[in-house]
């Protein structure tokens, strides 16, 4: 059994926020990518009255070797989830939401006119709450990008998720530079949004590729940018390669911001979303 360093150690879930959150969810029958993904914060943001919400459902069309979510045929979708969703947002008095989804690659906009409804629906519902969605790649589909951008997100973000040269071995129904192309159309499409992406470390990636991966972000227009350690879910899930120490994600800090990045959050347990409202608000 691999141990982890003690900086990797996480409070247990439990308090009274978690429940409530926990009872909301499933009340609702909404999903999150926190516990979909055994994210390690989940005990702090439940704790905190926080969550990401997981639309489109909770079956991934795609099989990264890294990701926990369930991965096969998805069901149909659920109508009512934007109002659902929007609901919640209003019931936990969430200042800042984060909207992910599952990679629908059987959707002919990848599932971008529900991230468009969703965004819309929580706007209308709470004024003033901040929307930031973390999306798929959409197969690269301009079209589909729009239909999310003009829905007026405050924050968009998409992760590339680990460096070029690991994409066919971690991320083989991915592609690096597609995902390059999505980011840099972010801008393209509406220059004041806020961009961002994020990618994982620890999975076999050189110092090289690190900064190179970076510098292609930062090419690609994209405004803050996120960096944590890739812990394995299973054993059916890609080795964990290496422990990067907290010193070394601080260095990370250091050279994204040399590099020109407004904002880089750095750090063992970072996730995308994770601390995004002390970024935004």
């Excluded at 350690?229 to 990067?244: E, G, V």
């Amino acid at each position: 059994m691999r141990r982890h360093p003690d900086w990797l150690k996480v409070d247990i879930p439990g308090g009274r926020n978690f429940v409530k959150i926990k009872s909301l969810l499933r009340s609702a029958k909404l999903h999150t990518i926190c516990e979909e993904a055994k994210c390690p914060n989940l005990a702090e943001c439940f704790g905190g009255g926080t969550a990401v919400f997981l639309i489109l459902g909770n079956v991934c069309t795609r099989n990264c070797r890294y990701c926990n979510v369930s991965h096969g045929k998805p069901g149909i979708l659920n109508p009512s989830e934007p109002e659902d969703l929007a609901d919640s947002v209003k019931k936990l008095g969430l200042k800042y939401v984060v909207i992910t989804s599952v990679t629908r690659d059987d959707l002919s906009d990848g599932g971008a006119s529900v991230f468009a409804e969703t965004i819309s629906k929580v706007k209308h519902l709470n004024p003033g709450c901040t929307v930031e969605v973390l999306i798929p790649d959409f197969k690269g589909n301009i079209s589909a990008l729009k239909s999310v951008v003009d829905s007026d997100p405050d924050v968009v973000n998409h992760n590339i998720e680990v460096v070029k040269e690991l994409f066919s071995d971690i991320r083989p129904e991915g592609d690096y530079k597609i995902s390059l192309k999505v980011l840099s159309n972010i801008k393209k499409l509406k220059s004041n949004i806020k961009s961002k992406s994020g990618f994982m470390v620890g999975i076999g990636e050189t110092s090289d590729q690190i900064l190179n991966t970076m510098k292609d972000l930062k090419k690609s227009d994209v405004d803050f940018l996120t960096i944590g350690q890739y812990l394995q879910p299973t054993k059916k899930h890609a080795s964990i390669r290496k422990y990067y120490t907290p010193a070394e994600f601080k260095e990370f800090i250091k050279i994204g911001l040399d590099l020109g990045f407004k904002h880089v959050e750095s750090g063992p347990l970072v996730r995308s979303s994770y601390h995004a409202a002390n970024v935004f608000c």
